[in-house]
């Protein structure tokens, strides 16, 4: 079978990591092709077959044909879009490409219209099926070394999120709900609300005990997940999330708002309601400070057996067969 999947952003997060995750397993069964920009061709060309593409507007003619050329010069079985643009963008051009059209939808959309002009959608999650004719859930997976990670590594005793500095990511939230934690907090990450929550911290006096530190490379995220005494989950809204169950396999204890899939891996007292200031303070006070009297032992387990690559990717595999009739 011959895959190609198209990828298109200027930064590289964790749609850029599932796609290059999924091609990497694929490759030793399929042949994979990859398009995406200048920019992120710089994270997969090593690995795979790349083809380049500028970016332009959707509605820019000349770029949807060097897409259209770009695509077909390959003659795929599958073309798998990841996200509303990319979605969007084949849309346009795909009935002139004799290929099975997938798409995965990553996150919470209010309108999924896009998404149901292909011949499949994808879901990482159940809440966010809202909408969609033709789909399956395929959550997302956890793929490193579990046992090399945590072997040379200690816990350490400070609170961690993880994310882009978004309002979706509730680290406001999160911030306003430090104030009677005694516990020191680590927020990684980046994006356009990072002056906006420094000042926030600033404000409410909360320095010492909140600390903001830019993103870093992945697999010093994962030794950071590793080493935290407990993760803090605040997002709004989610489509995974991937970053807790990065956490969870890692075993270090996870709070989470009820977003994504977590109410698949939480019992319902186990999550807090989001978007919801009060409650969400209420949750963490509760338990931030006394995580050790929580025993998350076997929801560490369901995750690393659940959520693995082969497994999720064996999923993928059907879905394409079943696409293309056989």
């Not at 979605?87 to 009935?95: A, E, G, L, V, W």
């Not at 430090?178 to 320095?207: F, V």
């Not at 989950?233 to 890692?250: F, H, I, T």
Request: aromatic residues 10%.
């Amino acid at each position: 079978m011959k895959i190609l999947h198209f990828v298109s952003s200027e930064s590289y997060g964790g749609i850029e990591q599932h796609v290059k995750e999924l091609s990497a397993f694929q490759k030793s069964t399929h042949e994979v092709i990859i398009i995406c920009n200048e920019f992120l061709s710089q994270y997969f060309v090593d690995e795979f077959n790349v083809s380049i593409v500028k970016n332009f507007s959707r509605h820019n003619y000349f770029y949807l044909f060097s897409l259209y050329k770009a695509i077909n010069a390959h003659n795929p079985d599958i073309v798998h879009t990841h996200g509303s643009k990319t979605t969007s963008i084949y849309s346009k051009i795909k009935n002139f490409i004799e290929a099975s059209h997938i798409t995965t939808i990553h996150n919470i959309k209010s309108n999924v219209k896009i998404y149901n002009k292909a011949d499949h959608v994808i879901a990482v999650s159940n809440e966010i099926t809202k909408g969609l004719d033709n789909f399956s859930v395929v959550t997302n997976w956890i793929d490193f070394n579990i046992e090399e990670i945590t072997s040379n590594l200690n816990k350490e005793n400070h609170a961690l999120a993880v994310g882009r500095f978004e309002k979706a990511k509730g680290f406001d939230l999160l911030i306003k709900s430090w104030e009677n934690i005694e516990r020191e907090l680590i927020i990684i990450g980046d994006g356009s609300e990072y002056g906006t929550l420094e000042k926030l911290i600033k404000d409410m006096n909360l320095s010492h005990k909140i600390t903001l530190k830019n993103f870093l490379p992945y697999e010093d995220i994962l030794n950071e997940f590793a080493k935290a005494k407990v993760f803090i989950l605040s997002s709004r809204n989610e489509g995974g999330p991937r970053v807790a169950l990065e956490a969870l396999a890692l075993k270090t204890p996870v709070l989470s708002t009820k977003v994504g899939h977590m109410s698949s891996i939480f019992p319902e007292e186990m999550l807090v309601e989001p978007n919801n200031q009060k409650k969400l303070k209420e949750f963490l006070e509760l338990y931030v400070d006394n995580i050790d009297s929580l025993n998350q032992e076997s929801i560490f387990k369901y995750v690393r057996e659940e959520f693995s690559l082969k497994n999720q990717a064996s999923k993928i595999d059907e879905i394409y067969k079943q696409t293309l009739g056989f």
